[in-house]
Structure formats: C-alpha cells, structure tokens
C-alpha cells in the first residue's frame, strides 16, 4: 500500500541538544566556527591539490577526494542544525528527513571506502615502493574512486529502502539534531525489531569490519616501517600516524552508533556532534600539520592568491 496510507505523521521535530539559553549560545558559536573552518580548510585542500603540480599523486588525489566527503558530511548536517539552534520547533519535513538519511550515508559509506584506499596507498608505498607507480596508476585511482562512490551509493539505497515505507502515525519527535536510522525507526508505529538487525548487519557490521581491516592493514604497515630505521621510515610514520587518527576520528562514532542500535543512549548526540562538526575540521588540520610537501603547497597557493589580489 502506498506509505500515505499509513503516514499521519508528515514532519518530525529534533529535540535538539539542550533547553538552556547559554549552552545553546555556546553550540551556536562553536558549531558556527568549525564549520566555517571545515568549509574553508577542506575547500584549500581541494584547491591545491588540484592547482598545485608537486602535489598530483595517487596520495593526494585520494586526500583531496576524502576532503570533497567532509564538505559533504558537514553539509548535510551542520547548517540545519546551526539554523535550529534558536527556534522553538526545529522542525523537518518527513522527505528531508529521509534525504538527510540518504545523504549521511551515502557520503559516509563513500569515506570508509576512501579509507581503505588510502590504507591501500601507503600500503604499496612503503611495502612495495618499486612497484608503487605501477600499481598506483591514474587508471587505479579513478577506479577506487568510483568504487567508494557506488559502494556507498548501494548501501545508502539499501538503508533507505527498508524504511521509507514505514507507517508513522503517533510520536514524532526525534531525540536529536538531525536524522539517523537507529532514532527515527523507533518512532514507526510497528514492531522494528528486524529493522534494527538489518541496521546493525548493514551499518554495523560494514564498521566493524572496515575499522578490522583498516587496523589490521596498518599493525602491518608499522611493523613493516619498524624495520627500516632510515629517513624515509621517519616520514612515513609521520605520514601513517596522520591516517590512523583519522581512521580513529571516524570510526570511534560510528561503532557507537551502530554496533548496537536497539538502545540509542543520550551519549549519542554528543558524539554525533563530535562525527559532524570536529571530525571535518580535524581531517584537514591533521593531514596539513603533519605533511610538510602540503603545507608548502598551501603556502604557494596562498602566496599566488595575494599576488593576484594585489595585482587586480
């Protein structure tokens, strides 16, 4: 039958983060400015690895591309959200809410797929450096790249297909600032219990087993790096400890979120701002802090940009 049928409720309300003016005041700004941040430091990223020669290799294309999914992350969530932080009913519509879904899952099966490819790319970089352009061809990266993008694509579909049809015809407030599976399924007026299974199995499993083999995959890169005492070992580590706390970033929200989704906890909301607002502020700051061959790129690109400024 077709879901209006079913549906009385047409629009959910968040119940945000707090009631209290002064918390509010201080989300307002702190989520106002990482997000500006996120915007600008993702978008220079992307900016200079494209305009930048030095930087047109497999490593950067895969990090300008991870840049391109926290603009999307931080998009779909942040500006509603920082929007809503002062009205009384924060307020969704039901096809936004299924969009937003859609959207944070597409882009974040994008990035986990993204993650394993630039595991995969230092992986052959120290492991099998002879082989390194070879293997990393411009043929190799433009398929990985479309690989993340349709592998999320699929597992967005899927999640969105299983509760797009669900009758919603009592309760409709959402504890939370945007929408996400693990909340927004309680609300249905049937029996969820096999919803929240395919949660985990589909989101929950899919993390576990990401971070397993993305953990796994740098335990061996370490152990590889560990035995070459020279220079080069040196940047690579440096290089490593950078993709490791990214991964860590990542994942450590979304285990929680959706190992177990049958008790959503309050802690939840908090580490979704964390996921959302601070994670896509923290990629570009670590890659940059940590990678020298950037952060002279970005110096040149700066430079030409007041250059060109000055001379218009």
Not at 43 to 56: Q, R
Not at 221 to 231: A, P
Not at 272 to 284: C, E, M
């Amino acid at each position: 039958m077709d879901r209006v049928n079913h549906t009385a409720v047409s629009e959910f309300v968040f119940l945000g983060l707090s009631n209290s003016w002064d918390i509010q005041l201080l989300l307002f700004a702190f989520s106002s400015v990482f997000y500006l941040a996120s915007m600008l430091g993702n978008s220079l990223i992307m900016f200079t690895v494209t305009s930048d020669p030095h930087l047109h290799s497999p490593m950067y294309f895969l990090l300008a591309n991870l840049s391109l999914v926290d603009l999307g992350i931080s998009s779909a969530t942040s500006p509603k959200m920082i929007c809503d932080l002062f009205r009384k009913q924060k307020v969704i519509s039901f096809s936004g809410c299924i969009t937003q879904m859609f959207f944070i899952h597409l882009i974040g099966g994008v990035e986990m797929v993204l993650l394993i490819a630039m595991a995969f790319d230092r992986y052959v970089a120290i492991c099998k450096p002879l082989h390194y352009l070879i293997i990393m061809c411009p043929r190799m990266c433009t398929l990985l790249q479309a690989a993340a993008w349709i592998i999320g694509f699929i597992h967005s579909v899927v999640q969105t297909a299983f509760v797009i049809n669900l009758p919603f015809c009592g309760p409709n407030e959402l504890d939370g600032f945007y929408c996400d599976l693990p909340r927004f399924i309680k609300l249905a007026c049937t029996d969820t219990y096999r919803l929240d299974l395919m949660i985990t199995v589909n989101s929950g499993f899919m993390s576990i087993g990401v971070f397993l083999i993305l953990s796994i995959s740098y335990i061996f890169i370490l152990v590889t790096v560990q035995k070459n005492s020279s220079g080069g070992s040196s940047k690579a580590l440096s290089t490593l400890s950078a993709h490791i706390i990214v991964v860590i970033l990542f994942f450590v929200p979304c285990l929680s979120f959706y190992t177990w989704p049958f008790t959503p906890s309050h802690l939840d909301k908090y580490l979704a701002i964390f996921d959302v607002v601070l994670t896509p502020f923290l990629n570009p700051v670590i890659y940059t802090l940590r990678n020298k061959e950037m952060k002279l790129a970005m110096r040149r690109v700066c430079s030409q940009l007041v250059s060109f400024s000055n001379i218009s």
